[in-house]
């Protein structure tokens, strides 16, 4: 039996300690009695309800598995903190055809500007059709997914949260909070940095503890604009740290704690206005703040994204600053990447070693997320050192191929999975095109694989219900086909029907005939 765009605080007693008064501890484990070998009444259940939760639950029931979200908060998020959806989110988004209502609710914003906050322009061309950052605030996100999920057929459970789990050759026995215990043949992890299901599962999750604090929240401010803009200019000389900008329909103020943070206790308006006092000499009249929090510069890492039957995703397997906003990214792209496969091995037909992939291709990612966001804090430091590497930074990002490598690392369009030798294409996601039945995009609502053929000579026979079959000798592609996963990501590229069947089965199992 188990024991028991922010990040979380850790300490040496206890794996993540959150600086934020936008979560806490689930209660006290109900510890599960005995193996129960009934039959799951659940395919998965989710523990926690957040966007990537959400998003894993929408993907599961595309291939109609069952399943269940805990969420142990009892009503929706008071506070509207604004994130932005990056590129690769937003191509997820038009796959499934969600990005119209995100749309709806969230303001474009260019894509530039976002590695160390180094203010360069977007390198023109990029290679995607959402080539912009969606500001949009984060209860929308999560209050559009779970609605999708819901829609799919997904049950979503509010106060519920688990406190103790058992797993063994056929499923998993949960034990809730209030004592209750369900059974489900996989259990997902989606609760957040002090996620009790890592916790439970035992996984390791090694890194950094916070070195630096900062508050952050959502404000009124009663001065002008140009004394707000003056000011912030001339901070920004000695600390990158410290910004306020008009976001969102509401200021935005993110300023360093000077001195020892006091965990337990959540900030407050009076904490703003003395460390603004402190740093920029006046507090701006800020005032009716709509949310506040603090955060350090955690940076952990699961040892493990899966232990038997239970898998973690989101930032339950992983922690980071916010710089850069690309945790909420990487959490649902971790959602992305992981349905369709569970659905697989759900539903009979996965691969022997599909599951394992879901590790072996974002436990990767994780990392270099990780790397990247501890460079761009070491660039934010007001030390000599690093304020000449910046400096540095800034001019070669000058150069076209330097600024795009980096805007396409923080957006996640650069990623290569490793599918083995092949063109550069191969791993990589392919952008959204036109095709004679509109966009490409829109074929991929029902995560089903997708053979793009030019050649009007292939098929995908006995994988047919799994995978789409599209011709297009007009698609603006400059190779023969290419077979993609349900994530869109490029599993082949070829033109020989026997190789393309090989490369079928790796993917998507056995042929039905």
């Known amino acids: 039996m188990h024991s028991a765009q922010f990040t979380a605080e850790p300490s040496s007693t206890d794996p993540v300690e959150r600086d934020s008064t936008l979560v806490d501890v689930p209660g006290s484990p109900s510890p599960v009695s005995g193996t129960d070998r009934t039959p799951p009444t659940f395919d998965v259940i989710i523990a926690g309800c957040g966007p990537t939760g959400a998003m894993l639950a929408a993907e599961l029931r595309l291939h109609d598995v069952r399943v269940l979200v805990l969420e142990k908060e009892t009503e929706p998020a008071s506070f509207v903190r604004i994130v932005g959806l990056h590129m690769r989110s937003l191509e997820l988004m038009a796959m499934r055809g969600l990005l119209e209502r995100m749309l709806e609710r969230g ?23 959402y080539a912009y950052l969606l500001g949009i605030p984060q209860p929308v996100i999560v209050h559009l997914l779970e609605a999708h999920a819901i829609e799919l057929g997904a049950q979503v459970r509010h106060g519920c949260a688990v406190a103790d789990f058992q797993q063994d050759d056929d499923g998993v026995t949960v034990a809730l ?35 630096t604090h900062t508050l952050m929240g959502e404000m009124e401010v009663g001065v002008s604009q140009e004394e707000i803009a003056a000011k912030v200019a001339e901070i920004a000389e000695t600390d990158r740290r410290f910004d306020l900008r008009f976001f969102g329909g509401v200021y935005r103020v993110v300023v360093p704690i000077a001195g020892v943070v006091d965990r337990a206790a959540p900030p407050t308006l009076e904490d703003f206005k003395q460390q603004l006092r402190a740093i920029a000499g006046t507090d701006f009249g800020v005032h009716s703040p709509r949310w506040m929090s603090r955060f350090g510069d955690a940076t952990r890492l699961a040892e493990r994204y899966r232990v038997g039957r239970v898998l973690l995703a989101g930032d339950a397997a992983h922690i980071h600053p916010p710089i850069g906003g690309q945790g909420l990214n990487l959490g649902v792209q971790d959602a992305f990447n992981l349905g369709w496969k569970l659905a697989a091995q759900i539903r009979g037909w996965a ?16 990392e270099d997320v990780l790397d990247n966001t501890r460079a761009q804090m070491e660039l934010l430091s007001a030390e000599p050192g690093p304020r000449a590497v910046r400096r540095l930074l ?74 789409d079959h599209l011709a297009d000798p007009t698609a603006a592609l400059d190779v023969p086909c290419v077979l993609l996963r349900p994530d869109g990501h490029v599993a082949w590229i070829g033109d020989e029907q026997h190789d393309l069947d090989d490369h079928l089965s790796r993917w998507f199992g056995k042929p039905t005939n």
């Open 177 to 211: 909070a209030d004592g209750e215990q369900l059974r489900t043949r996989y259990l997902v992890g989606c609760d957040g940095g002090r996620s009790t299901v890592r916790k439970l599962l035992g996984v390791g999750f090694p890194g950094e503890p916070s070195r």
């Open 107 to 129: 303001r474009q914003r260019p894509a530039g500007g976002f590695f160390a906050a180094i203010n360069k322009p977007a390198p023109k061309g990029l290679d995607s059709a």
């Open 394 to 467: 800034t001019e070669l990002m000058d150069f076209d191929e330097v600024n795009r490598r980096l805007l396409e690392k923080i957006t996640a369009i650069g990623i290569r999975y490793d599918f083995g030798a092949g063109p550069d294409l191969l791993g990589r996601r392919l952008r959204d095109l036109d095709v004679k039945q509109g966009r490409l995009y829109g074929l991929l609502h029902r995560g089903r694989g997708l053979l793009l053929d030019r050649t009007e000579r292939l098929t995908v026979g006995g994988w047919s219900d799994r995978v």
């Open 351 to 366: 691969p022997e070693t599909l599951l394992d992939t879901y590790q072996a291709e974002r436990h990767p990612v994780a």
